[in-house]
DNA sequence: GTCTAAAAATTATCTTGATCATATTTTATA
DNA sequence: TATAAAATATGATCAAGATAATTTTTAGAC
């Protein structure tokens, strides 16, 4: 048996750096194998003997480093609104967001709106999902602790959590579908401002 | 001076339909041109004798029937609460959007989130500030007239737009990204009561 | 009526990216 | 040291956007 056992294995790793790496920077679409097969120093044709497809490199890129990505500790973190807030206000933080270097819900749930392939959606869907866990899981945590302004029951701490989502995911589409700065600042506060209310905190002035 | 005058233009028209048609019903990226070109009864090479671009396809079939787009049309209507409600009702009412047979501003905004072209982005851009000023323009008119719920000042009305286009672009896309019907169904009525209470009126019942 | 040339349309070609097939290189072990 | 299976590389195919080269069309000159 020809090379040294982890001599694949060593390859394949290199491959799913470079996609975790170029994914996350530049999303799905304007990411190519030829790209990522570059930066992991191989040719295109070596791709297909590590992974079944584009889509399915994506899938093992996210899947490798979601334990790690930052919904997964705030779901493990402290409860407290301060985090709350830190929450909207990092998935809010476009700079940050696009600097991440590993993939995580929040980041297919802004970069990978409205794909074609059906295994990128399903990973939407998951993500949606996990997120929207989290968040029900500290607005519920919050409530028992009698630290919200409203009236919390189960339904309401739904709906609330599915509406920020919903804000949360049109305002960074928005900011990053616009040119303009300063309307990318007002859409984004306005969304910010919203959930903020949605939690029960008054409104914060315009960063 | 070969074919009469108007051929040309009835060619060109005839791509243009086809491509109105075409990428209402599935959105830039899933449209070929030679889609478009079949449908209007020609051969791919021809397109280029007609337009510059996909995007410039794109672009002028978007123009073509912006007056007649239901945003266009709204602009112009009465004012009532109960026309923005539909207003609400209708952005996010996917089928009856997908089943459009013109592009408007609200199509862009649903479909060509993310795009990759700088010129699907300008229209983006365009087709997010038109539907914005619209909004102003109406809660603005139904301040006037007393008929809302909270204290419209110019600042609070522009923010209360913003947040209202944030949760409809946000829910639409994620209702667009998920397969489950039911969680569809949630964050779309999450949204719309959302968006009632921003304009001040009471929550419905799910639909 | 025919002929012609500019306009319009078709067909062939190029490019890039995903995918696949074939060829080549690598190296553990017989 | 030779070998063969595994890993990688090279080259081909296919689709889609874009261009080039070629053919078809027909208004208007004769």
């Known amino acids: ?10 390859s394949k ?4 750096q470079s996609a975790t790496e170029l994914f996350c920077r530049f999303g799905f679409d304007k990411v190519s194998i030829n790209q990522v097969m570059k930066l992991a120093k191989m040719t295109h044709g070596a791709f297909y003997a590590h992974f079944e497809s584009k889509e399915a490199l994506y899938k093992a890129s996210f899947l490798q480093t979601l334990d790690g990505s930052s919904s997964g500790r705030l779901a493990k973190a402290p409860f407290s609104i301060g985090h709350l807030i830190q929450l909207a206000h990092n998935l809010l933080n476009l700079r940050a967001l696009s600097e991440q270097t590993r993939p995580s819900p929040e980041n297919i749930l802004f970069n990978e709106i409205g794909s074609d392939s059906t295994e990128i959606r399903q990973l939407y869907e998951k993500s949606y999902l996990g997120v929207l866990k989290i968040l029900e899981k ?4 919050l409530s028992k602790l009698n630290k919200l302004s409203f009236v919390a029951n189960q339904k309401s701490i739904k709906e609330r959590s599915r509406a920020i989502l919903a804000s949360l995911v049109g305002a960074v589409a928005i900011a990053k579908s616009i040119q303009s700065e300063d309307e990318r600042q007002r859409i984004l506060n306005a969304a910010q401002n919203q959930i903020l209310s949605l939690l029960g905190v008054s409104e914060l002035s315009a960063d």
Chains 1, 2 share one sequence.
């Open 1 to 10: 048996m020809p090379y040294t056992a982890e001599h694949k294995l060593k």
């Open 13 to 16: 790793e290199r491959i799913l």
């Open 138 to 141: 500290r607005i519920t945590a």
